[in-house]
């Protein structure tokens, strides 16, 4: 048996509606009982929270700064080994 699901959200940015596959079992249960996943869309990455009937209760967009290489990943964990 699957546990992919199907949510539709709209991302804001892009100003269009997508059909977003989810596999829910591939996800840690939430304390407060809602999953976030996210979609990149580029230049963004759209961030969707649903509850445990896959509705949607809230969305954030956020930019992409630039490429997640190697060296960008080592330099965030040392910042934060540090701290």
Known sequence: MTSNK???VRCKRCDK???EEVD???FEPSQVGVLSV???HGDHVLTVFIDENLNVRGET???KVGNDDESSRKRVLEYFDRY
């Open 38 to 40: 996210a979609f990149d």
């Open 17 to 19: 509606w997508y059909t």
């Open 24 to 26: 829910i079992d591939a």
């Open 6 to 8: 199907t949510i539709r």
């Open 61 to 63: 967009l956020a930019d």
